[in-house]
């Protein structure tokens, strides 16, 4: 378990927008924490006239492995209906299926075994995603960027124990 902890540092964020822009970063940031399938704490927001701060406390190091069983067709089925199957879980041939049985009779069933990632990793796609998605009654562009904040952003500090994780957003590298 580690702490993880989020400084997103720009010109002066107008005084009304603060607190909730603070909310909105933290809320934001669990549903893509928990979508990632991380248990995430509750978190410590700080804002300020020029920093929106999210705080937290021990979060896991990595996601857990997550076994997939999708059921497929009976066997045998029609060609197409296994050939939709076996693309849609991303198999070759029913080879790679296990069969299981029901009072239906036997059907085939693919098995997706999906490795954990590391949330340092998780973090490079997640913060950019939730600063994108930031709800601002009012914001802009700058520079040549496509991306809008409240006011131009000038650094970004993204901790997770007590290492720094690299990511980047507008340009601007934690």
């Not at 490795?115 to 490079?124: E, F, H, S």
């Not at 991306?147 to 131009?152: G, Y």
Request: aromatic share 6%.
């Amino acid at each position: 378990m580690a702490e993880f902890l989020l400084e997103l540092f720009s010109e002066e964020i107008p005084a009304r927008m603060q607190e909730r822009a603070g909310e909105d970063l933290a809320r934001l940031l669990t549903e893509k924490l928990t979508a990632a399938g991380l248990s995430v704490p509750a978190a410590q927001v700080h804002t300020g006239m020029r920093r929106l701060t999210v705080v937290f406390g021990d979060l896991a190091e990595r996601t857990e492995d997550v076994r997939e069983e999708r059921k497929g067709p009976r066997v045998g089925a029609p060609e197409k209906a296994l050939a939709g199957f076996l693309r849609g879980a991303g198999l070759e041939s029913v080879d790679q299926c296990e069969t299981q049985s029901d009072a239906k009779g036997e059907f085939y069933v693919a098995v997706v075994n999906k490795p954990g990632r590391d949330t340092r990793d998780l973090l490079a796609e997640i913060v950019p995603s939730a600063c994108n998605e930031m709800p601002w009654p009012k914001s802009m562009r700058w520079g040549q960027r496509s991306e809008r904040w409240v006011r131009p952003l000038k650094r970004i500090v993204c901790l997770f124990g007590g290492a720094v994780a690299p990511l980047e957003w507008a340009g601007v590298a934690a």
